[in-house]
């Protein structure tokens, strides 16, 4: 199976901080990254899908880059709403997997 | 608008087995696969499977192989995931996704609301 491992697993930040979170795939993924956001007691809900495209909805301060092994989702002014658990996951492979999770916790 | 319903949770013993069902409404039930994603306690999110409701194709996680068996009613739109030989570490809550496909990618959109499953002696 692909291992997604996301850096860090926890960071404390401020509102209108930029936020960045990083997911590296055990191998090659191309463009087949998705990024979910979670908050407690809830379903995650999808921000981006194919590393880079955003659902049609999402705030636009979201963004993610990336391809082949290494991915960033990026938050460039953090707002109150985005307190969560962040996970990337991988569709290149028929056996989809999810990193760790990155909690996204008030300074 | 698409939903995906839930049955309710569950409290079982070790080594008995469980069912949890998903039922799709707002859209045509076959055109879309579903996956099955779990969430222990403070845990992160874990992929078990997916199965296609066109022609019941599945694919299970290594993890799972031979102790997770999931299928799909048409005539009911509703999914459904059976896991057996119930262990405590098993104790998650159990999440439905409704996959899409905006192609070549494919990502879980529509999530049930979940169902907690609690194995405990």
């Known amino acids: 199976d692909i291992q997604m491992t996301q850096s860090p697993s926890s960071l404390s930040a401020s509102v209108g901080d930029r936020v960045t979170i990083t997911c590296r795939a055990s191998q090659t993924i191309s463009t087949y990254l998705n990024w979910y956001q979670q908050k407690p007691g809830k379903a995650p809900n999808l921000l981006i899908y194919?590393?880079?495209s955003l659902l049609s909805g999402v705030p636009s301060r979201f963004s993610g880059s990336g391809s082949g092994t290494d991915f960033t989702l990026t938050i460039s002014s953090l707002q109150p709403e985005d307190f969560a658990t962040y996970y990337c996951?991988?569709?290149?492979?028929?056996?989809?997997?999810f990193g760790q999770g990155t909690n996204v916790e008030v300074k | 608008q698409v939903q995906l319903v839930q049955s309710g949770g569950e409290v079982k013993k070790p080594g008995a087995s469980v069912t949890v069902s998903c039922k799709a409404s707002?859209?045509?039930?076959?055109?879309?696969?579903f996956s099955w994603v779990r969430q222990a306690p403070g845990q992160g999110l874990e992929w078990m499977g997916w199965i296609s409701p066109y022609n019941g194709n599945t694919r299970y996680a290594q993890k799972f192989q031979g102790r997770v068996t999931m299928t799909t009613d048409t005539s009911t739109t509703t999914a459904y995931m059976e896991v057996r030989s119930l262990r405590s570490d098993d104790t998650a809550v159990y999440y439905c996704?409704?996959?899409?496909?905006?192609?070549?990618?494919?990502?879980?959109?529509?999530w049930g609301q979940g169902t907690l499953v609690t194995v405990s002696s």
């Open positions: 996951q991988q569709s290149y492979s028929d056996t989809r997997t």
């Open positions: 194919g590393a880079s």
């Open positions: 707002g859209y045509t039930f076959t055109n879309y696969g």
């Open positions: 996704v409704g996959e899409r496909e905006v192609t070549p990618y494919v990502y879980f959109h529509h």
